[in-house]
């Protein structure tokens, strides 16, 4: 796997990749948000960063017809079960 540089982009949006937001590391109920002892507190999550503690967090996207449909199941099966409590 390549690694990231600090000013890449995504290639499809243009969004900045080198941020907390995209790292392992990131968690929002941790102190400075980072789960590493950071020394700087890093304010903007979402923009590129020179953190050396960086480590890019790996998302595995499912792909095929079979998602969407199983959600929309679901949801229409809680709406059911929701507007059954209220026959008569």
């Known amino acids: 796997m390549e690694q990231i540089q600090v000013t890449d982009k995504c290639k499809s ?52 017809s079979g998602a969407a449909p199983a959600t929309v199941r679901t949801v229409n099966s809680h709406r059911q079960a929701f507007l059954d409590l209220f026959k008569k």
């Open 13 to 64: 949006c243009g969004t900045d990749l080198h941020t907390c937001r995209n790292c392992l590391n990131f968690d929002p109920s941790a102190r400075n948000e980072c789960m590493k002892p950071v020394e700087v507190r890093i304010t903007n999550k979402s923009t590129n960063n020179i953190c050396v503690l960086f480590e890019p967090k790996v998302l595995v996207e499912k792909q095929g």
